[in-house]
C-alpha cells in the first residue's frame, strides 16, 4: 500500500467532492471494464472531466513528479486522469527545454497507468507530441516506432496520438509512417484512432491523406477507412468503400 502524503489525500479528497455513484455506473459501462474487455478492472470515482480539470488547476503548482507517480498508481481512474491533466499544465508552463524532456520521459515510463482511451487521448499530444515535435530527432522516431509496436494496447495508441502535435503543425510524415505501421493491428480502438489522425491530416491537406489512402485503403481495416474518409462528399465514400479509386 503506497504511503501518501497530506497533499495527495488532499487531491483525492477534492475528487471525490465532485464524484457521484450514478455517474460512476455509467463510466464504468462506458469504458467497457468488465472482463475480458480493454478497460477490464478500471475503477471510477465518477467524476465529469470539467471538474477533474477544476482539481488538478487548482493543484498542479504544489505537485511534484513524486506526488503524481503516486497519484498514477492509484487505481482509480479520475486520480490517474487528474495526476496526467497536472504534468501536462506543468509541462505547458515549462521554459527549460531540459524540464520539458523530463517530465516527456517521466510520462513514457509511467504508461503504464494511462491505461484507457481517454487518458491516452488527453494527454499523449500534449506532452510527448509537443516534445517530440519540438526537438525532432531521430531518437524520438525511433521511440515512436517502437511504441507502434508494442503488444500493449495504449503504447500504440500513444503513439499515434502524439503524431497530432505534428499534424497541427502541419507535418504529416510522422502520422502517415505509423499509420503503415498500423495497417494490420488487431484492435478496433487503433483502427479508430489511425483513422481519426488520417482524417486530422485531411483537414489540412486532403491531397495528402488522399495520396496515403490511394496507397493503402485496400488494405486497411473497414472501421479505420471509415474514420479517415467521414469528412469526403457522399459520393467520395462511397468510392472508397466499394473500392473504386
Given at each position: 500500500?503506497?504511503?501518501?502524503?497530506?497533499?495527495?489525500?488532499?487531491?483525492?479528497?477534492?475528487?471525490?467532492?465532485?464524484?457521484?455513484?450514478?455517474?460512476?455506473?455509467?463510466?464504468?459501462?462506458?469504458?467497457?471494464?468488465?472482463?475480458?474487455?480493454?478497460?477490464?478492472?478500471?475503477?471510477?470515482?465518477?467524476?465529469?472531466?470539467?471538474?477533474?480539470?477544476?482539481?488538478?488547476?487548482?493543484?498542479?503548482?504544489?505537485?511534484?513528479?513524486?506526488?503524481?507517480?503516486?497519484?498514477?498508481?492509484?487505481?482509480?481512474?479520475?486520480?490517474?486522469?487528474?495526476?496526467?491533466?497536472?504534468?501536462?499544465?506543468?509541462?505547458?508552463?515549462?521554459?527549460?527545454?531540459?524540464?520539458?524532456?523530463?517530465?516527456?520521459?517521466?510520462?513514457?515510463?509511467?504508461?503504464?497507468?494511462?491505461n484507457n482511451w481517454?487518458?491516452?487521448?488527453?494527454?499523449?499530444?500534449?506532452?510527448?507530441?509537443?516534445?517530440?515535435?519540438?526537438?525532432?530527432?531521430?531518437?524520438?522516431?525511433?521511440?515512436?516506432?517502437?511504441?507502434?509496436?508494442?503488444?500493449?494496447?495504449?503504447?500504440?495508441?500513444?503513439?499515434?496520438?502524439?503524431?497530432?502535435?505534428?499534424?497541427?503543425?502541419?507535418?504529416?510524415?510522422?502520422?502517415?509512417?505509423?499509420?503503415?505501421?498500423l495497417l494490420d493491428?488487431?484492435?478496433?480502438?487503433?483502427?479508430?484512432?489511425?483513422?481519426?489522425?488520417?482524417?486530422?491530416?485531411?483537414?489540412?491537406?486532403?491531397?495528402?491523406?488522399?495520396?496515403?489512402?490511394?496507397?493503402?485503403?485496400?488494405?486497411?481495416?473497414?472501421?479505420?477507412?471509415?474514420?479517415?474518409?467521414?469528412?469526403?462528399?457522399?459520393?467520395?465514400?462511397?468510392?472508397?468503400?466499394?473500392?473504386?479509386?
Amino acid at each position: 500500500m503506497i504511503n501518501l502524503s497530506e497533499f495527495v489525500k488532499e487531491i483525492i479528497s477534492d475528487l471525490k467532492k465532485v464524484s457521484s455513484k450514478k455517474q460512476a455506473k455509467v463510466l464504468k459501462s462506458f469504458f467497457k471494464t468488465g472482463e475480458g474487455h480493454y478497460g477490464e478492472g478500471d475503477v471510477f470515482l465518477g467524476c465529469y472531466v470539467p471538474d477533474v480539470r477544476v482539481v488538478a488547476k487548482s493543484h498542479f503548482a504544489k505537485a511534484a513528479l513524486s506526488d503524481i507517480h503516486n497519484l498514477l498508481d492509484i487505481n482509480l481512474h479520475e486520480v490517474r486522469l487528474c495526476a496526467l491533466l497536472m504534468l501536462i499544465q506543468k509541462y505547458q508552463i515549462s521554459v527549460s527545454l531540459d524540464e520539458k524532456k523530463e517530465f516527456c520521459d517521466f510520462y513514457l515510463s509511467h504508461t503504464k497507468a494511462v491505461n484507457n482511451w481517454d487518458l491516452v487521448d488527453l494527454s499523449a499530444e500534449k506532452i510527448v507530441g509537443q516534445y517530440f515535435f519540438e526537438t525532432n530527432t531521430v531518437c524520438n522516431n525511433h521511440k515512436l516506432t517502437k511504441f507502434a509496436s508494442s503488444n500493449y494496447i495504449w503504447d500504440r495508441r500513444i503513439a499515434v496520438l502524439a503524431t497530432f502535435a505534428f499534424i497541427k503543425n502541419n507535418s504529416f510524415d510522422e502520422t502517415f509512417r505509423l499509420a503503415k505501421m498500423l495497417l494490420d493491428d488487431k484492435h478496433d480502438l487503433m483502427h479508430k484512432c489511425v483513422g481519426w489522425m488520417l482524417r486530422e491530416v485531411g483537414k489540412r491537406d486532403q491531397a495528402a491523406e488522399e495520396e496515403f489512402l490511394r496507397a493503402h485503403y485496400k488494405k486497411m481495416p473497414r472501421t479505420m477507412l471509415r474514420y479517415a474518409i467521414e469528412r469526403f462528399s457522399p459520393s467520395k465514400r462511397k468510392a472508397y468503400l466499394e473500392g473504386r479509386i
